[in-house]
Nanobody, 118 residues
Framework: QVQLVDSGGGSVQAGDSLRLSCTASGRTFSPVIMGWFRQPPGKEREFVAGIRWGGGSAEYADSVKGRFSMSRDIRKNAIYLQMNTLRPEDTATYYC???????????WGRGTQVTVSS
């Protein structure tokens, strides 16, 4: 069974930075894609960033382009989300996700809370 453990959230001021981490465990973990989603208070979950496990550049939601940077460490089965110049509208619960079947997000972390105050 695959488990994703996401961490690194916190309460910060606008303009600050945070780095989220997500580590996957499971003997047969072999994703096609991994990514980050977020769910702001009272809103739907939305895509933030994603990267193909086999290589290539990360893709980002327009709202975070130029401020967030996603990376992966294949040896550690881990992904990271460096979030810079945080804004109050970035406040949300952030989830890491993995897709093992093309076009699907099959596994989810429990989420880590990010709160940005002005």
């Amino acid at each position: 069974q695959v488990q994703l453990v996401d961490s690194g959230g916190g309460s910060v001021q606008a303009g600050d930075s945070l780095r989220l981490s997500c580590t996957a465990s499971g003997r047969t973990f072999s994703p096609v894609i991994m990514g980050w989603f977020r769910q702001p208070p009272g809103k739907e979950r939305e895509f933030v960033a994603g990267i193909r496990w086999g290589g290539g550049s990360a893709e980002y939601a327009d709202s975070v382009k130029g401020r967030f940077s996603m990376s992966r460490d294949i040896r550690k089965n881990a992904i990271y989300l460096q979030m810079n110049t945080l804004r109050p509208e970035d406040t949300a619960t952030y989830y890491c996700a993995a897709g093992v079947v093309k076009g699907s997000w099959n596994y989810w972390g429990r989420g880590t809370q990010v709160t940005v105050s002005s």
